[in-house]
């Protein structure tokens, strides 16, 4: 069964920027989409970001567009969230997941990752 592990969480002050990491446990294939949601709490997980992976298509939520970049890393199987400029209101843990169709739905993503706790002070 597929792992994806998500790293790079940490607190940040407003203005400030990082750099998410999924790790796949295998390789993506180019027809597979990663995306990256986010869950604030007591707040139902919200889509953030995804790419496919072959043609570099892109999707991003409307809050977080010019601001966040979704790429790949040099590795087959290393997706990256780039933050910038963040804000009090990005504060949520941040999932990985790994599906087939370019999405802002999580009913479409069957991979998941654990999970990574992102928090901006103001």
């Known amino acids: 069964q597929e792992r994806l592990v998500d790293t790079g969480g940490g607190l940040v002050q407003a203005g400030g920027s990082l750099r998410l990491s999924c790790a796949a446990s295998?390789?993506?294939?180019?027809?597979?989409?990663m995306a990256w949601f986010r869950q604030a709490p007591g707040k139902e997980r919200e889509f953030v970001a995804a790419?496919?992976?072959?043609?570099?298509?892109?999707l991003y939520a409307d809050s977080v567009k010019g601001r966040f970049t979704v790429s790949r890393g040099d590795a087959a199987n290393t997706a990256f969230l780039h933050m910038n400029f963040l804000e009090p209101g990005d504060t949520a843990v941040y999932y990985c997941?790994?599906?087939?169709?370019?999405?802002?739905?999580?009913?479409?993503?069957?991979?998941w990752g654990q999970g990574t706790q992102v928090t901006v002070s103001s």
């Open positions: 997941a790994r599906g087939v169709n370019l999405s802002s739905t999580s009913s479409q993503y069957r991979s």
């Open positions: 295998g390789r993506i294939f180019s027809s597979a989409v």
């Open positions: 790419m496919r992976w072959g043609a570099g298509q892109t």
